[in-house]
């Protein structure tokens, strides 16, 4: 009885050393060597942590009333989706995407990651596909600035069109 009691002890030992080992590899992982961030700040934590990296996920909405400038003719219905995951591995960030949308005035000419707060116009900072088909998805190399902006939600993506060449369909990226 004896024996069995330091067996389970020593197996709870062993499994909090390596739970202890796991969280203190996570923070590890997380911590960046530039400066601390201010509180208002929002910290972004991984979904995903492994020794190839860490995945991000983040998306966006997209539909007529949040495009600047106003678009016009759109249909009822036009409406979108944007899935974006950013992989950061080794000081470098690489974005799997995909772009779903319906009901648009016409053919997707092109969609655009923009920098930008929600309400205002901005310029292009990652171009995604052009023409476009709806479920169209990719994976590109971004900048670790470009990266930064993402996280920070002050990013679009938009959906241009013929009759709509600034934008029909837009979305704020988030957090997911």
């Known amino acids: 009885m004896r024996r069995r009691i330091t067996i389970a002890a020593t197996a709870v030992g062993v499994a909090a050393t390596i739970a202890i080992g796991f969280s203190v590899g996570a923070l590890a992982s997380s911590s960046s060597s530039s ?3 201010s509180s208002s700040e929002t ?8 020794e ?4 991000l996920p ?13 678009p016009s003719g759109v249909k009822t ?24 949308f319906r009901n648009l005035t ?36 971004l900048p670790e600035m470009d990266a930064s902006l993402i996280e920070k939600g002050k990013t679009y993506v ?12 837009r979305g704020q990226i988030a957090k997911k």
């Open 35 to 37: 400066a601390p961030a």
């Open 43 to 50: 910290q972004t934590t991984p979904t995903t942590t492994t």
């Open 52 to 55: 190839e990296g860490m995945s």
């Open 58 to 70: 983040y998306g966006a909405t997209l539909v007529a009333r949040s495009e600047v400038p106003k």
């Open 77 to 100: 219905g036009a409406r979108g989706t944007f899935k974006i995951t950013l992989k950061h591995k080794h000081g470098k960030t690489t974005a799997s995407w995909k772009l779903t």
């Open 106 to 141: 016409g053919k997707a000419t092109a969609a655009h990651i923009h920098h930008a707060k929600p309400g205002k116009a901005g310029p292009v900072i990652v171009p995604l596909c052009g023409p476009c088909k709806s479920g169209q998805s990719g994976t590109i190399k």
């Open 158 to 169: 938009n959906v241009h069109t013929v009759k709509n060449p600034a934008g029909e369909i």
